[in-house]
């Protein structure tokens, strides 16, 4: 019985408190400048520096004839969002934006693959 009564005046407490969820989707709560999520690239020269210091192999890009780079991609089966790939990029071409909304059920679709700096 007094167990039955506490929990009663628990929830009769927070029948007047703030609740600390939201109701998300529709509500989503801020995030800082530096959230770490959806990578884009744009502007990719090739030098290779984010391939090397990848801690995950998680970056692949291809070349054409005349080594412009012609495909960019980031496999987020394997990325674990460190940043180091935007952090070392020396020409500052590679954003980890604010994006956090990726799950799927297909696992080709975490592959985030650019050509000439657009999703594909
Ligand atoms: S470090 Fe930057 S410029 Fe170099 S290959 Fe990676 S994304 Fe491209
Ligand atoms: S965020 Fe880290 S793990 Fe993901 S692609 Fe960049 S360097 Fe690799």
Do not use: W
């Not at 291809?62 to 987020?76: A, P, R």
């Amino acid at each position: 019985m007094r167990a039955l009564l506490e929990g009663l005046l628990t929830v009769l407490k927070h029948l007047f408190i703030k609740p600390v969820t939201l109701e998300y989707p529709e509500k989503k709560r801020y995030q800082s400048d530096n959230f770490r999520g959806k990578l884009v690239v744009e502007g990719c020269v090739g030098c290779g520096v984010c391939k090397k210091v990848c801690p995950s192999g998680a970056i692949e890009y291809t070349k054409n004839e005349q080594g412009k780079v012609v495909s960019y991609t980031f496999d987020l089966n394997k990325c674990i969002f460190c940043g180091n790939c935007m952090y070392y990029c020396p020409h500052k071409v590679i954003n980890m934006t604010s994006e956090f909304e990726l799950a799927t059920t297909e696992k080709t679709d975490l592959k985030l693959t650019y050509k000439g700096g657009v999703n594909d």
